[in-house]
């Protein structure tokens, strides 16, 4: 009799081929699926050829082939694909079984699978892969959550098949309950908009104010990837500003300003506002993704709306240190943005994330992958309930010592018109969050004026609240009070 499979993969499209491959390559073997099973002979006859890759065409066979307990992975379209093919697998199963989802599911839709197939007896994984088609097959970053008793047995694979650091730790580890694999999952993608859209703002100065050629900026990004800017998309950023069009003229230069999106960036800003996070800097770095997107709107605009013209005075080298400056700090501003959004999740959902293992999840494998990462590691591990980033002590002094060359590049941003929304945006959260006062009383006072909504007072406790009649027309009903 055959040898039954340590896995079994539903979906063979760019991802699920990958992984299967990198699973095989680590020594489990691996049955697979796909529900358009010509997929799975095409499959079998090129790049699973010789491997340790047992093909089935239906669920059935499928999970027939597995050990148990069962273990088996879904890397198909997000969506209504997934509930359909829940259904079909429960009946199949047996208590104890493990069905995992390793696509871009939103979280809730993974919260909402968990109670439905633990009801059954079975345990559920939603699990966060990044890394796209390269990372599946050489060691994705992997974030599982879901029933915890799935772990160990999900984890010798996920372990194996994971990204490693430079001591060999794996990019992968428990993240949490229910849908938090999936939160943590989003959270790095709105980071990973976050991060992109820095780096546009930094291309756009230095190519308009500066006027960098793409080769000059090449050298530029060259240079910041051997620093604290050290990371996988400075490196891909140096690598395009050198790439040439047929024509020997850079390729960056000839492709349509016009973002396109799938959505995460999306639901991790509506998820920010659902639990009134300031976000800010993901939720600019969406937003810029939309303004780039109404070109033919922009191309009017522009000649009917006018701006300062372009003139930069000063010092060119000093001015490139003052973006790499402005870059870094607004990095460190988003990712304490980005953690302050897992924070409040854990405590609004009960989830117990580890902080520092996010970092680490993060520190290879995937799109935002960094030597920075190491540095928030180093912060959670010192201090696990930090409550901020920006209050660790590494943090605050690079912030500090960033902070004047951040002011210059906004202030010469302004001045010519250029946007740089992400970075001017992380100063105006630095600013607030450093602010023992903000203005937020008048907006108490107006709240109260229009709407008697109260307010505290700053000379009696917290928690009483006052209503005023500040017209002497209205009455002394005051509002209920409630946070949004
Ligand atoms: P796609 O997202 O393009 O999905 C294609 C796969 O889904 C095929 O195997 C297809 O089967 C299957 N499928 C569909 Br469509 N509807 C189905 C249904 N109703 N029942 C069963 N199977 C169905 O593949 P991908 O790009 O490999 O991504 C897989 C997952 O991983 C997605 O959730 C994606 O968001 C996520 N992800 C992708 C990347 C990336 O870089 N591409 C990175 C990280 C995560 P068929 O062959 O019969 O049509």
């Not at 691996?30 to 491997?51: E, H, P």
């Not at 800097?281 to 070109?295: D, H, M, N, Y």
């Not at 980005?338 to 854990?346: D, I, N, R, S, V």
């Not at 590691?377 to 930090?386: F, I, S």
């Amino acid at each position: 009799m055959q040898k039954l499979s340590d896995i079994g993969l539903i979906g063979l499209a760019v991802m699920g081929e990958n992984l299967v491959l990198n699973m095989e390559s680590k020594g489990f073997q691996v049955s697979v699926f796909n529900r358009s099973t010509s997929k799975v002979d095409d499959f079998l006859a090129a790049r699973a050829k010789g491997k340790n890759i047992m093909g089935t065409h239906s669920l059935k066979e499928l999970v027939d082939s597995l050990e148990r307990p069962r273990k088996v992975m879904m890397m198909i379209k997000a969506g209504g694909a997934v509930d359909a093919t829940i259904d079909a697998l429960v009946p199949l199963l047996d208590k104890g079984d493990v069905i995992i989802d390793g696509g871009n599911t939103h979280y809730p839709d993974t919260e909402r699978r968990v109670k439905l197939v633990e009801s059954k007896g079975l345990l559920y994984v939603g699990s966060g892969v990044s890394g796209g088609e390269e990372g599946a097959l050489l060691g994705p970053s992997i974030m599982p959550g879901g029933s915890k008793q799935a772990w160990p047995l999900v984890q010798p694979i996920f372990q194996a098949i994971a990204a490693k650091v430079e001591d060999g730790t794996p990019c992968c580890d428990w993240v949490g309950e229910s849908g938090a694999g999936h939160f943590v999952k989003m959270v790095h993608n709105g980071i990973e908009y976050g991060d992109m859209q820095l780096i546009t703002e930094a291309y756009h100065i230095m190519k308009d104010l500066l006027g960098l050629s793409a080769d000059e900026m090449h050298e530029v990004f060259k240079e910041w990837n051997t620093q604290e800017l050290d990371s996988y998309l400075t490196e891909i950023t140096r690598d395009i500003m050198a790439f040439k069009d047929e024509d020997g003229s850079p390729l960056v230069e000839k492709i349509l300003d016009k973002a396109g999106q799938k959505g995460t960036g999306k639901w991790t800003g509506i998820t920010a506002l659902d639990l009134g996070v300031p976000l800010t800097l993901i939720g600019e770095a969406v937003f810029s993704r939309c303004l780039s997107s109404v070109k033919d709107e922009r191309v009017e605009a522009s000649k009917l709306l006018s701006g300062p013209k372009l003139e930069f005075k000063g010092d060119k080298k000093q001015f490139i240190s003052d973006i790499k400056d402005a870059l870094y700090a607004a990095k460190i501003v988003s990712y304490a943005q980005g953690y302050a959004l897992m924070k409040t999740a854990a405590d609004e959902f009960a989830w117990d994330l580890n902080y520092g293992g996010i970092a680490l999840m993060w520190r290879g494998g995937c799109i935002i992958r960094s030597a920075f990462l190491g540095k928030i590691k180093e912060a959670y591990d010192k201090e696990p309930k930090l409550t901020n980033l920006l209050l660790d002590p590494y943090f605050i002094e690079t912030v500090n010592n960033a902070q004047a060359g951040w002011r210059r590049v906004i202030a010469a941003a302004v001045t010519n018109g250029i946007p740089v929304p992400a970075i001017s945006t992380a100063l105006s959260y630095f600013d607030g969050y450093r602010s023992e006062q903000l203005p937020a009383n008048l907006l108490q006072a107006q709240r109260d004026y229009f709407g008697a909504h109260t307010y505290e007072r700053v000379d009696k406790p917290r928690g009483e609240f006052f209503h005023t009649n500040w017209t002497g027309r209205g009455g002394d009903t005051a509002s209920t009070t409630y946070n949004v």
